[in-house]
Structure formats: C-alpha cells, structure tokens
C-alpha cells in the first residue's frame, strides 16, 4: 500500500469537536481502482477529487454503495474501532446484488486501519462525538452502455461529527410511498435506495414530522424501517424488531443492541411488528418506547407517531426507565472504551 501524506492539514481550520455531521472530509482518503477483473495498489493520498466526466456509468446506471462506521478515541486518545468486519462482509454482499466485483478484506481493513491510523488526529474527544467513516464503491467506467461496468473505483473517507440527531423525534408510519420491496435491494446500502426515500420524507417534513417508518411495499402492514435507521419497539418489558429481510437492512447497530439488551436479561423477539399491533398496545397503555438504531444516531427516541389523521403521543420516561436510553449509554460505552467489551467487538488502532 502507498500512503502520500498531505503537506498542509486542514485541522488547523476546523475543530472535530465542533463539526457539522458529514460537512469537513479529513485530510486523507484511500483509492484502489478496479480494471480487466482486478484490483490495483490502493493508494492513501491527500483528499481531494478526481478526474471524472459526467458519462459515469455510476450516475446513469445506479452501480454505487457505501457503508458506514465510526472511530472512537477514548480519555487516553487511545483510538478503536467498533466490529469493522461486519461492515466489510455487508459491503460485500451489498456489491454482489448490484453485479459489482467483491473488495478483498485486505484492501478494505488493512486500509481502513491504515487511512484511521494516519489521521487519528481528527477523531474527536467531545462526547457524543466521533469519526465517521465512509467506504463507498461506484462504477467508474465512461460509457453510455446499459450494463455491468468494466471498471470501478474503492473510496474510504472520513468525517469528523457530532451527534445526528439531538431530540426526540416526531415520526409518520408510511402507507403509501415503499422503501423496498420484496426482491429488490432493500437489503443493500445503495445509493438508489437513498435517492427514492428523499420525496416522501420531504412530504412528511412538510406534515410536521421529522422522519418516516417504512412499512411493508405489499399491505403497508407491518414496520420495516425507520428513514435511515432499524426500528425497535418496546411493548411492556419486552423488545420488538422485525426481522432482517431482502426488503431490511441487516444493521451492525442493530445486532449489537439486540446483543446487549439480552445480556441485560431484556427479552428480545425479532418479529413483524403490525402497524395495528402498535395502535393497540397505545390504546391499552402497553406501548412505552418506539426508536430508531443505526450507524450515524446510534439510538434515538421517538416522542410522536402519526398514523393516518391520529398522532400516538408516547410516554415521556425517564432515563433510568427507558430501554432506549439504557442500551445507548452501554452500546458507546463500549465504543469509546469507558466500559468493559463481553463480546470481543472493539478494535484498537
């Protein structure tokens, strides 16, 4: 691997500690590129862009994915990773059902630790905040062709970023636009899925909430996911989420709070969850939390559901009863080393 260092950091004008999310892009940005069936060197070098035309076959065709994951550094500027192969092996398959050339686990980790490594600098101590990571892959073959490209390119870059979202949040259960359906790329993180979510939250922004639960593409029945994030339930003392699909993401942060919500004894079923079966469970005084879990927000609660003409207010607890609260605090106290690791996931730099 060839690592270029920059000669002019651009840390000297911004604080990660005080960084929009996603907004400033560190100094460093690793590049492999793919031609005739094979993966070239990657190469660590200055951020910055490249030379590409608008012919992209990526930008005509769809072919682009990307993951996301965080950096930590802890009181002693110790710097850890959180379950980095399970991002690598989601990647994988994300690239097999868009017809792209799998990345090998030495280009992906070697070059993640290196690229982290490199610019451990920009990994923030404020807490709540951290480094975000963003390993993407697009067709970069010039062509106006509808096929498989021939060419493509593997990006990690990295942002400083405070927390995603900062309130509880006011959401509408979807029953009519569709995320995924059953067949398609729901399962994946592609760029496609993203761009076709943006119109319907638009109209529910302009509703008055702040995000959407995705439902089923056939009955629009049963929860599926929540904008961007897996959803979770809490019905009584027991946890509720709808098991992982071709039409679900299959979420690190999903399975590491499932994970620890049973070490702490809480029961967890994974299961469809009917839209009828929540307006219930709110009608009989049952329903106490609904959330959000992923990458960027971590865990966040919802104060509000709108289902039709009815907004379902949900109780307002307080932190030493909410599930939600509880599995957060854990899960990053894992992450940024202020707890002991049970399940073996933190990976120091």
């Not at 008055?208 to 339930?233: A, L, R």
């Amino acid at each position: 691997m060839e690592i270029k260092k920059t000669q002019h950091s651009k840390l000297d004008t911004i604080d990660p500690n005080n960084s929009p999310f996603g907004v400033n892009i560190s100094d460093h940005m690793l590049i492999c590129e793919y031609e005739n069936g094979q993966w070239g060197k990657p190469v660590i070098m200055p951020y910055g862009g490249m030379n590409y035309s608008p012919a992209l076959m990526a930008i005509h065709y769809g072919q682009a994915i990307f993951e996301g994951m965080k950096a930590y550094k802890d009181k002693n500027n110790d710097v850890f990773l959180f379950r980095p192969e399970k991002n690598f092996e989601r990647f994988n398959k994300s690239a097999e059902r868009l017809a792209m050339p799998p990345i090998t686990k030495e280009i992906f980790l070697e070059g993640l630790y290196a690229l982290i490594d490199l610019d451990r600098d920009w990994v923030p101590t404020k807490e709540g905040s951290s480094l975000y990571i963003r390993p993407t892959m697009f067709a970069s073959e010039e062509m106006f062709s509808a096929r498989i490209s021939n060419k493509y390119t593997f990006a990690i870059m990295t942002s400083p970023a405070n927390s995603y979202y900062d309130k509880p949040l006011k959401i509408k259960i979807e029953n009519h636009y569709t995320r995924a359906v059953s067949g398609g790329v729901g399962f994946t993180k592609c760029a496609g899925n993203y761009g076709a979510s943006f119109y319907p939250t638009l109209l529910a922004n302009q509703q008055g909430f702040d995000q959407i639960i995705w439902t089923d593409s056939q009955e629009h029945k049963y929860f599926e996911e929540s904008g961007t994030m897996n959803v979770m339930v809490r019905i009584g003392d027991i946890i509720y989420t709808p098991p992982v699909s071709n039409t679900i993401l299959n979420g690190v942060t999903r399975d590491s709070l499932i994970n620890v919500a049973r070490h702490n004894k809480i029961e967890v079923r994974e299961e469809r969850i009917s839209v009828d079966s929540i307006v219930n469970a709110y009608q009989q005084g049952t329903l106490k939390e609904i959330f959000g879990c992923g990458t960027a927000v971590v865990v966040n609660r919802y104060s509000h559901v709108g289902y039709n003409d009815n907004i379902m207010e949900l109780p307002t607890l307080k932190d030493e009863e909410s599930y939600a609260v509880l599995l957060k605090k854990q899960l990053v106290g894992i992450q940024t080393n202020e707890l002991d690791d049970p399940f073996g996931w933190r990976i120091k730099i």
